[in-house]
């Protein structure tokens, strides 16, 4: 790997978690030419919710405190920030009257009942995609490869819709360039086919899909992408995909 990928790959880990990759060396690549690297950020990640379902069994615990150990793990080593750009869509888009009104309340640190609401169903949704998995031994490819190709679908976003703000996230990530979109969603896919070709080209189209339908909403609404919004659609992809897992399990 060159020294340009290897910093826009620490780039990537950089943006989406916690992990301690260190400190980009030289200048710093744009956030749109790291995307490429998005689902293997991912992928960390996932790989980290595996472990700590793995530590919740291994103590003995039921799948389902399992599954709350896994998600616990996920939230530590990404700080929250997709479930937070989800509740902030959720009240904006829930309480705001015009466009102006929604990018307000996105913006609040202040969290609401559509917020809250929309954090209880995610969580839990995800929660018993993840116990109902572990029944059958395959929560861990699932944690992974969903992980991975949720985040996946958000550089094509980078391309495709235009910016919503002026400033913030979404505008300073936004590119134009469809190769790394291109490169992330192969990369996507792959962490998928662990659970079987059919079943990796179902769940695909799902989390496109949602990650779709969360961006036709954002256009509508507010006219584009924000971080916000990104975050969203890696949530909602994400749950569309442990759907179709469980329904095929």
């Known amino acids: ?27 710093a690549p744009d956030m749109a030419s790291s995307s490429w690297a998005w689902p293997l950020a991912g992928a960390a990640v996932g790989a980290i919710g595996a472990f700590g379902a793995a530590v919740g069994l291994s103590l003995g615990l039921p799948l389902a405190m399992a599954a709350i ?12 920030m997709h479930e937070d750009g989800l509740a902030d869509l959720a009240d904006g888009f829930g309480g705001g009257r015009d466009r102006a009104r929604k990018l307000e309340i996105m913006r609040d640190s202040r969290i609401g009942s559509y917020g809250v609401i929309a954090l209880i169903l995610a969580i839990g949704f995800r ?26 679908v958000l550089p094509a976003a980078l391309v495709l819709m235009p910016a919503a703000r002026t400033d913030g996230l979404g505008r300073s990530a936004a590119g ?4 790394p979109a291109r490169v992330a ?42 971080g916000d919004v990104m975050g969203a659609m890696q949530q909602v992809a994400e749950c569309a995909g442990w759907a179709v897992l469980v329904s095929l399990a």
């Open 1 to 27: 790997m060159s020294a340009r990928r290897a910093e826009e790959l620490r780039l990537a880990f950089l943006l989406l978690t916690r992990l301690p990759v260190g400190a980009l060396r030289g200048g």
């Open 69 to 80: 150990l896994a998600l616990a793990a996920i939230v530590l080593a990404t700080g929250a």
């Open 127 to 152: 929660g018993l995609g993840i116990t109902a998995l572990a029944e059958n031994g395959s929560a861990t490819a699932a944690l992974i490869g969903l992980a991975a190709a949720s985040r996946a």
């Open 176 to 179: 134009d360039d469809p190769v």
């Open 185 to 226: 969603a192969a990369i996507g896919f792959a962490c998928l086919l662990p659970l079987g070709f059919g079943t990796a080209l179902v769940a695909a189209f799902a989390v496109a899909l949602a990650a779709t339908a969360v961006a036709a909403l954002a256009i509508r609404q507010i006219g584009g992408q924000t």
